[in-house]
């Protein structure tokens, strides 16, 4: 029997290892290196994350948080007088255009004006060749005297007969008959009478005078012309200047308000405007309304009356006629770019006490140029925005510029904020003016 001595612990180890290459398990190393990737690739994705977060979402956060104040133009709600008128178009109108016509036949032998003059009433215009005229006096003169002369020997005869006649020593019939002859010799006379006075009056027609006051146009007829009053054309255009007048429109919803004012006794002032309605060429008074509506304008006509002694209307001119209905006293008014218009109508940004901005309803009027009537909302000393209104809402915080003046600036709204964006240029508000619609 044989006996083996028991292996010691260098033996048993070497057994227990096996074989290099041989089942060597390595799965342990190789599954710790792929987490350790993994978690790597999560790290980065976070801090990209985080990185985007920051940039977009913190902003967007401050920014909405942070409201900085709008610069704006302001001013105070006063009062003044608010003159309300009315624009009609209109045409001026002269009082009278007279064509001066002859009125015989005849040679235009002088003229004595010239074209474009101011002629008077009763200024000599123009002589025809009295001549003919004078030849037709002189022969119903003479047929006046020879009636005349028949006239008066009939009624000798009728004495001598009505003497004899009361002592019975003539007929009857003989005194009747030459009373009857008395009777035509007058007629004759009569009638000789209105020759002679025709024939003074064609006379008197050779010379032409001016029927009106006016200035005189071009001249239609030259002296060594044949003139008859079968012509159309006439001798001669007078048009009266001074005074002159504008005939205007108005719509027929205004005419009721104007003639209230003039059944009272007011006297409407009117001032010609030119056509762009920026000069002022003379003021009026309105004198008469038409009768009537023009069914196919809905409008009436108007009449107004210009001394114009500067001559500043010329006759046809087209002209705008402002009528000056009535003048409110003490109104309140606010300016006209201070007033919004949107879903609530008409409205202001009212400045509150605490710098921020109030959407203010208000009711308006009149308007007179650059200021408009306030019938309700707003009260004098109210503090209105004139300019940059159209960067506001409700509530926005305001920063009133010193002189009304909103300067634009670029606001500063701090790291990562959205820049402000610039308001728009407000003037500073001029004092009311007190005025009135006189010519300049």
């Known amino acids: 029997m044989i006996t083996r001595a028991a292996p010691d612990r260098a033996e048993i180890e070497s057994a227990s290892r096996p074989p290099d290459g041989v089942g060597h398990d390595r799965s342990i190393p190789l599954h710790k290196g792929a987490n350790i990737r993994l978690i790597a690739v999560l790290l980065i994705a976070l801090l990209i994350a985080a990185v985007v977060i920051w940039r977009v979402v913190f902003p967007a956060r401050q920014a909405k948080s942070y409201t900085p104040a709008v610069p704006v133009g302001v001013t105070k709600i006063g009062t003044g007088d608010m003159p309300v008128?009315?624009?009609?178009?209109?045409?001026?109108?002269?009082?009278?255009?007279?064509?001066?016509?002859?009125?015989?036949?005849?040679?235009?032998?002088?003229?004595g004006y010239r074209e474009g003059q101011i002629v008077q009433k009763g200024q000599f215009l123009a002589q025809i060749d009295p001549r003919p005229y004078e030849i037709a006096l002189q022969q119903a003169q003479g047929a006046l005297a020879h009636d005349n002369g028949l006239l008066n020997q009939a009624k000798s005869d009728l004495a001598r007969y009505m003497a004899l006649d009361r002592a019975n020593a003539i007929a009857k019939q003989t005194v009747s008959d030459q009373e009857f002859l008395v009777q035509q010799d007058t007629g004759l006379v009569t009638e000789d009478e209105a020759a002679v006075?025709?024939?003074?009056?064609?006379?008197?027609?050779?010379?032409?005078?001016?029927?009106?006051?006016?200035?005189?146009?071009?001249?239609?007829?030259?002296?060594?012309n044949y003139v008859q009053t079968s012509s159309a054309t006439g001798l001669v255009v007078l048009t009266e200047l001074q005074p002159i007048t504008v005939i205007f429109v108005l719509p027929e919803d205004r005419i009721q308000a104007v003639s209230q004012q003039m059944r009272g006794g007011a006297k409407l002032s009117v001032v010609a405007f030119d056509r762009n309605q920026q000069k002022a060429i003379a003021q009026g008074v309105l004198t008469t309304i038409d009768n009537t509506i023009d069914t196919t304008t809905g409008t009436v006509k108007l009449r107004a009356s210009f001394a114009n002694?500067?001559?500043?209307?010329f006759p046809n001119q087209f002209v705008n006629a402002q009528l000056l209905l009535q003048t409110l006293n003490n109104a309140t008014e606010v300016p006209v770019r201070a007033v919004q218009t949107g879903a609530p109508g008409s409205f202001v940004y009212l400045v509150t006490p605490k710098r921020t901005a109030h959407v203010q309803v208000i009711k308006t009027g009149v308007t007179d140029g650059d200021y408009t009537q306030v019938i309700s909302g707003l009260k004098p000393g109210d503090t209105v925005v004139t300019d940059g209104a159209g960067l506001l809402r409700e509530g926005a915080k305001l920063r009133p510029m010193p002189n009304g003046n909103a300067t634009p600036v670029q606001v500063n709204n701090g790291p990562g904020a959205p820049p402000g964006q610039q308001p728009?240029?407000?003037?500073?508000?001029?004092?009311r003016q007190k005025h009135s619609s006189q010519p300049r």
């Open 197 to 224: 006075n025709t024939q003074k009056l064609n006379l008197a027609y050779c010379h032409i005078v001016a029927p009106v006051t006016g200035r005189a146009g071009l001249r239609l007829v030259d002296p060594g």
């Open 424 to 431: 728009q240029n407000a003037q500073p508000m001029p004092h």
């Open 85 to 111: 008128q009315l624009m009609g178009l209109g045409t001026v109108t002269p009082v009278a255009t007279v064509t001066v016509q002859t009125q015989i036949n005849g040679q235009l032998t002088a003229v």
């Open 309 to 313: 002694q500067n001559l500043a209307l």
